[in-house]
C-alpha cells in the first residue's frame, strides 16, 4: 500500500484508460477524487463501489475540465474536502477524426481545449501544494499520438505531442523538488473512445464489428492485442512509487509495439 494517506485526483475517470488508472491507485491505498460525465446514478455507484473494495475516501466532482475555472474548482474541492492533491492524473481527453482541410474548428478548439489546455490548467493549480508538501506526482495520459502521427487526427496528434513537450517543461521546472512529471503513451485500448472509431470503419467498410477491431489493431499494433486500463493502472502505481523518484520528464510508450515499427 505504497499511496496510503495520498489524494490522487484522476480527471475522466467515469470510464475508460481514468478508471483503470483510478482503481489500481485506489488499491495501492490512495484517496481519489474521480472527475468525467455519465450517468449520476451509475457514477455514485462506481463511488461506493470503490469505496467498499478498496476502504479509501473516495470523492467525485463533474468538472467539465473544458472550461478552465472548472478545473480550478475541481482542484479547490480536493483541497478543500481531502486535504490535498498529491497525485494529479491529467487523463479526459476526446477525439475527432477528419481530414485537416474538412476538420471543423470548432472541434480542434474543443480537442486542444480539453486534450491540452486543461492538463496546463490542472498542473498549474495543483503544483503550488505539491510543491509545498514537497512531494507530488504528475501523470498526464497522453498517447503513440505524441510521438507518431496519423492520418485524419490532426488536432489529437498536435496535443499529443503539445502534452509531451509540456511534461518535459513541467519536469524540469519541478526537478529537484519531490514533484515528477510523466507522461504516459498507451497504443490502442479498447475504451468508449475507442469503440466510435470501430463502429465508423464497420458501417464504412460495411464489415462487422470483429473485422473492423482487428484491422484496426493490425494497421498499428504489431501485438494484435489491446492495451488494457488496468495494465496502465500497473504503470501509473510505479511511478507513483518511491523506486519511480529519479523518473522524470520521461514518455512512457505502452503500444503492443505500435512505435517499434
Ligand atoms: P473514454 O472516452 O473511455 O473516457 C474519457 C473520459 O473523459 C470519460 O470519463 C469522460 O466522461 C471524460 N470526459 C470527456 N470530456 C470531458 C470533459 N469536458 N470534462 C471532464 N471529463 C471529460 O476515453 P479513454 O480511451 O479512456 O481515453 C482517456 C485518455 O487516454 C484520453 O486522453 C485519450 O486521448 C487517451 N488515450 C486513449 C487511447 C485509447 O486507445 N483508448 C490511446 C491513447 C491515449
Known amino acids: 500500500m505504497t499511496l496510503t494517506q495520498k489524494v490522487a485526483v484522476v480527471t475522466g ?26 450517468d449520476a446514478a451509475a457514477i455514485e455507484e462506481l463511488r461506493a463501489g470503490l469505496t467498499a473494495e478498496f476502504g479509501v475516501r473516495v470523492g467525485y466532482h463533474g468538472a467539465d475540465l473544458s472550461k478552465p475555472a ?8 480536493a483541497e ?42 490542472g498542473i498549474h493549480h495543483a503544483l503550488p501544494g505539491m510543491k509545498r508538501r514537497g512531494w507530488g506526482r504528475i501523470l498526464n495520459i497522453a498517447s503513440v499520438h505524441g510521438h507518431v502521427a496519423s492520418v485524419n487526427k490532426a488536432a489529437y ?5 503539445g502534452v509531451v513537450g509540456l511534461t518535459k517543461t513541467v519536469a524540469l521546472e519541478t526537478a529537484g523538488t519531490g514533484v515528477t512529471c510523466n507522461a504516459i503513451c498507451p497504443g490502442w485500448v479498447l475504451t468508449p473512445l475507442v469503440q466510435k472509431q470501430i463502429d465508423a470503419i464497420a458501417s464504412t467498410k460495411n464489415i462487422p464489428e470483429q473485422q ?33 523518484a529519479q523518473m522524470t520528464g520521461s514518455s512512457l510508450l505502452m503500444d503492443g509495439g505500435w512505435t517499434a515499427q
Open 70 to 77: 472548472e478545473i480550478a474548482t475541481l482542484i479547490g474541492y
Open 157 to 161: 496528434v498536435a496535443a499529443k505531442h
Open 80 to 121: 478543500e474536502t481531502f486535504g490535498s492533491v498529491d497525485v494529479l492524473v491529467n487523463n479526459a481527453g476526446i477525439q475527432h477524426v477528419a481530414p485537416v482541410e474538412d476538420f471543423p474548428a470548432e472541434r480542434w478548439d474543443a480537442v486542444i481545449a480539453l486534450n491540452l489546455s486543461a492538463v496546463f490548467h
Open 212 to 244: 473492423a477491431r482487428a484491422e484496426l489493431l493490425g494497421a498499428k499494433q504489431p501485438s494484435g492485442a489491446f492495451v488494457t486500463p488496468d495494465e496502465l493502472g500497473g504503470l501509473a502505481v510505479y511511478l507513483c512509487s518511491d523506486s519511480a
Open 13 to 38: 475517470s467515469t470510464s475508460g484508460i481514468g478508471l483503470g488508472i483510478a482503481r489500481a491507485l485506489a488499491g495501492a491505498g490512495a484517496d481519489v477524487v474521480l472527475n468525467g460525465f455519465g
